[in-house]
């Protein structure tokens, strides 16, 4: 396959437009001609997948049977088994595609295959592109990514590897004629890719040459966001990767049709890739988030099925999860605690992923993860009929933009843009709410049809016509809760004079940022306001502590009254001088407005200091606002003792609530070693239009409950729940 490349005109074309605030998405023609939202059958169906990474030496240890034997007793229906790439598990006929040293003329690839065909699964063939040897390094010294002193790279795990290039012929050529060698060979439904979009920046001469070509430029050597060459890098990057899963597409498609390639990316907002145009383009993702590490919460991995489904709506997101210890040691052999991997499988489910247990070395080390594995797949098997996930019922949508971790966040995206979403997820998790993830380059009509109320935790990064769909969606009821610098940047992470939504907040940016802010506070004005549902749960409560950075901004018009006042900072040591020099502020710290649907401002990082101390009483303002600002009754609520995720779901004749508990004294620090049960806990769901409740039951208990009704609303109490339960209500 002939390497292609975008010409100079058509990259400037393309910057031009992204630049006016369109995004990558509606570029070249190119980018869109291999769209399509029909799932193939192979897709589609299964619930289940299993996921052998084959090592080098397995063809001499390990046993197939066992694997096909464990494949049947779990009743995974879908598999990726390693193929190629750095080595190879099947005679492979392409130049320098390294077969694997104790391999011989044997096919594992093709007995695994054939077995798996025999159990009707749908199957992956997974290929790593990332390392090649010495052998291909010296034909082809351009498939060799180079630093940026101008040395090629050794591997920095297997210094005997190279690493290769993402950008050039290595990807564009050779990995285009390993994947059409297998697909003839095999006719797998699709190929799994991973490691396939390069280890860090290239300064190779055919990334050289071709940014040149395209741009005008030389590769930029700073990783300043706002740098215009970094910032053209980055935009020219993204398009050829996106330009090599389409001629890998093309490719495979030739031999099968209804094959894809799966591109294993991260999603959210610090994924380096459009994800727009990875889920445009497959008919199915995986989300490879295999534990957690460090501090980290256990519903991460339900974040990351919202992030996915944000962009993939209806394609089946699929939740790839490790069973060893994630962390920076990379013990790749380990098994993690068997209650770890069930928190962390569990809320995949209840947040509609089909999970993937992935396993690498088919010679197994540690085989204490096999039973629970086997024991979350049979759940799932016999209550697969109310685990379809079909529409999410949640009405809250928590934005994230990934233009807004590239521009403005840059190489500090977790602490700008990362930890502001994080505040919410835990204060929405906390408060019980359903919500889910809305990417910020869909914030049109239809997607945003099924949501009543909108957050957007310093979506600093906000084009005109953004703004423009954000307007649109207050004027026609829609509410929203925004924090800090929502939209004072361009969507070239520009800084704007005023915000963009400044009509909306009722505010300007008056041109000052206060902080850090030490020994701040805020007041509650209850004296002017004394029923505020903006007070519930601090009814005694005179002040509470304030945020850390706090923008200075000018009302455009007469608010009323506000509920919360700013205590400016004063001393905090010597302890005699702690006093507050100025105890009451007319400075507000919330601004709420009702154009047409609700808007609350906070013109300061809640979100962020909520993420970063956890304080009850930001909790209950941020939960409060979004309450107030929501101006209905939650989908679900969900009253009773601990930490719950809170999902709901309609499915072909039922509805589901998934109530997972959280509750561990590892809830924040994995990993579990056990589990807590929780005591009852009282459901009131809200039904939607002209649906009827006939019965419902608990699926872990497994039993019929009680339904109350009155009127629309549905109450059943859950007696206990130890690890997580599932409501059935079928309608
Ligand atoms: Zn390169």
């Known amino acids: 396959m002939a390497q292609s490349s975008l010409t100079r005109r058509e990259f400037l074309q ?8 369109v995004t990558l998405t509606h570029l070249a023609p190119a980018f869109a001609q291999v769209a399509s939202d029909n799932v193939p059958l192979w897709a589609s169906k299964p619930m289940r997948w299993a996921q052998l990474t084959l090592v080098e030496d397995d063809p001499t240890h390990f046993d197939p ?33 390294h077969r694997s040293t104790f391999l011989a003329d044997r096919d594992i690839l093709g007995d695994l295959i054939t077995g798996c065909r025999k159990l009707g699964m749908s199957i992956l063939a997974r290929t790593d592109p990332h390392a090649t040897y010495d052998d291909a390094k010296a034909a082809h010294p351009d498939w060799i990514a180079v630093d940026a002193t101008g040395n090629p790279r050794r591997h920095w795990s297997s210094p005997e590897m190279w690493v290769t290039c993402a950008l050039g012929p290595y990807n564009f050529d050779f990995m285009t004629d390993v994947h ?7 006719h797998v439904d699709g190929i799994f890719m991973n490691r396939w979009d390069g280890s860090g920046d290239c300064y190779c001469p055919t990334c050289r040459a071709n940014f040149k070509s395209a741009t005008g430029l030389e590769l930029p050597h700073t990783i300043d966001p706002r740098d215009p060459t970094r910032r053209a890098f980055f935009l020219w990057r993204q398009k050829r990767l996106i330009e090599v899963l389409d001629v890998w597409n093309t490719a495979i498609r030739a031999i099968n049709p209804d094959s894809s390639i799966i591109p294993n990316n991260g999603g959210g907002a610090r994924s380096q890739l459009n994800t727009l145009e ?32 944000a962009t993939m709506g209806a394609k089946p997101v699929v939740g790839l999860f490790g069973v060893g210890l994630e962390e920076p040691e990379r013990w790749k052999d380990s098994v993690t605690s068997n209650a770890e991997i069930r928190i962390w499988v569990l809320d995949a489910i209840a947040n509609g992923m089909r999970p993937w247990f992935s396993k690498f070395s088919g010679t197994l080390h540690d085989e204490r993860w096999l039973k629970g594995v086997e024991d979350l797949y049979l759940w799932t098997d016999k209550h697969q009929q109310h685990l379809t996930h079909q529409r999410p019922l949640a009405r ?29 997820y835990q204060a929405l998790i906390e408060s019980r709410i359903p919500f889910e993830m809305v990417h910020d380059q869909l914030f049109d009509a239809a997607h945003l049809a099924q949501f009543k109320t909108l957050i957007l935790p310093n979506i600093a990064v906000l084009s005109d016509a953004q703004c423009d769909q954000l307007r649109a969606f207050v004027n026609k009821g829609g509410s929203i809760v925004c924090t800090h610098e929502t939209s004072l940047y361009d969507e070239t992470g520009n800084r704007r004079k005023t915000f963009a939504l400044a009509d909306l907040f009722g505010v300007d940016f008056a041109g000052k940022t206060e902080g850090p802010m030490l020994n701040s506070y805020i007041r509650l004005e209850r004296e002017a306001l004394p029923h505020h549902p903006i007070f519930t749960g601090l009814e005694d409560a005179p002040r509470i502590i304030n945020g850390v950075t ?35 502020t007319d400075i507000s710290c919330l601004y709420l407005r009702q154009p047409a649907g609700r808007v609350a401002y906070f013109p300061f ?60 004294p590892m809830a924040m620090k994995g990993p579990y070693r056990d589990f807590f049960p929780v005591g009852a806990q009282t459901v009131k769901l809200r039904l939607p239009a002209n649906t009827h409740a006939k019965s419902a039951q608990l699926l872990v208990a497994n039993k019929i409950v009680a339904m109350d009704r009155s009127g629309e609303t549905l109450t059943i109490t859950v007696p206990s729940i130890l690890d997580h339960e599932v409501i059935a209500i079928d309608i």
Not at 15 to 21: K, L, M
Not at 620 to 647: C, H, M, Q, Y
């Open 14 to 21: 393309s910057t031009a437009i992204a630049g006016a605030g």
């Open 65 to 97: 049977q066992f694997w096909l034997d464990y494949f049947k007793r779990t009743r995974s229906d879908g598999v990726c088994l390693s193929a190629g790439g750095c080595l190879a598990y099947y005679p492979t006929t392409v130049p320098f595609h």
């Open 180 to 186: 059409k060698e297998i697909m003839s060979r095999y």
């Open 278 to 309: 990875t889920s445009r383009r497959t008919p199915l993702l995986v989300a490879d988030r295999q534990a957690r590490h460090g501090l980290a919460a256990p519903w991460l991995m339900g974040k990351t099925a919202k992030e996915f489904r």
């Open 396 to 424: 809250i949508g928590l934005v994230f933009s990934q233009q807004t971790a590239w521009y403005y966040g840059g190489d500090q995206a977790e602490a700008k843009v990362e930890n502001y979403a994080l505040g919410w």
């Open 550 to 584: 706090r923008l200075q901004v000018t009302p455009r018009e007469k608010f009323a009254a506000t509920p919360l006042t700013l205590i400016p900072s004063y001393p905090d040591l010597p302890m005699e001088k702690v006093y507050p020099r100025t105890p009451k």
């Open 605 to 664: 990082d809640i979100d962020r200091t909520f993420w970063e101390v956890l304080s009850e009483d930001h909790l209950k303002l941020l939960r409060n606002t979004l309450l107030w600002a929501s101006d209905e009754a939650p989908i679900v609520e969900v009253t009773g003792p601990g930490l719950l995720d809170v999902t709901a779901w309609q499915n072909q004749g039922s509805i589901t609530i998934h109530l997972v508990n959280l509750t561990n």
